[in-house]
Antibody, heavy 119, light 110 residues
Framework: QLQLQESGPGLVKPSETLSLTCTVSGGSISSSSYYWGWIRQPPGKGLEWIGSIYYSGSTYYNPSLKSRVTISVDTSKNQFSLKLSSVTAADTAVYYC???????????WGQGTLVTVSS | QSALTQPASVSGSPGQSITISCTGTSSDVGGYNYVSWYQQHPGKAPKLMIYDVSKRPSGVSNRFSGSKSGNTASLTISGLQAEDEADYYCSSYTSSSTFVFGTGTKVTVL
């Protein structure tokens, strides 16, 4: 059974960089059938797609976040990561990592991790 | 990219059918058959219920069905059950090779 697990600091200071890692177990991140993505959800609000990456390193980002987002992949560790720079309180959210079946949706999700931006 | 438009809330009695709409543009919903729907219970991760407009993943009840007409996609839940009470989100692939989610709909079982 495929499992995804987010990890990283739960508290980040304004103007700093948010960094999260998603560890994939029970399957290979190098499969040609899937992309690997990040989605976030501010408290009490809706879902926002952040971006996704293919095992080869090809990336796609939400245009509204593109200037601040970097998603990378480490196939040797079966992990992919999110970096979001110059964070503000508006970036406070539950961050989910998920497997994306090419264009068909996200079929496996991590449990989500709350990241709070505050001094 | 703007979020797809969904009604804030929809309600129904047990056994009834309800439909949730998801309106976008010709650059997303109307341009591709890559609309998916997610169910999210409080404090839980979203669950994929429908993909490719109308296909159900293995294990999802056939009470859930999807369709699309023009720039609007729809999710229908038939034989409404108490366990269907949750938030529902649509999502679509876009002409920018990105994805966009809907605003979300809270389903209440009366």
């Amino acid at each position: 059974q495929l499992q995804l697990q987010e990890s990283g600091p739960g508290l980040v200071k304004p103007s700093e960089t948010l960094s999260l890692t998603c560890t994939v177990s029970g399957g290979s991140i190098s499969s040609s059938s899937y992309y690997w993505g990040w989605i976030r959800q501010p408290p009490g609000k809706g879902l926002e797609w952040i971006g996704s990456i293919y095992y080869s390193g090809s990336t796609y980002y939400n245009p509204s976040l593109k200037s601040r987002v970097t998603i990378s992949v480490d196939t040797s560790k079966n992990q992919f990561s999110l970096k979001l720079s110059s964070v503000t309180a508006a970036d406070t959210a539950v961050y989910y990592c998920a497997r994306e079946v090419q264009l068909e949706g996200n079929d496996y999700w991590g449990q989500g991790t709350l990241v709070t931006v505050s001094s | 990219q703007s979020a797809l438009t969904q009604p804030a809330s929809v309600s129904g009695s047990p056994g009834q059918s309800i439909t949730i709409s998801c309106t976008g543009t010709s650059s997303d919903v109307g341009g591709y058959n890559y609309v998916s729907w997610y169910q999210q219970h409080p404090g839980k991760a979203p669950k994929l219920m429908i993909y490719d407009v109308s296909k159900r993943p293995s294990g999802v009840s056939n009470r859930f069905s999807g369709s699309k007409s023009g720039n609007t996609a729809s999710l229908t839940i038939s034989g409404l059950q108490a366990e269907d009470e949750a938030d529902y989100y649509c999502s679509s692939y876009t002409s920018s090779s990105t994805f966009v989610f809907g605003t979300g709909t809270k389903v209440t079982v009366l």
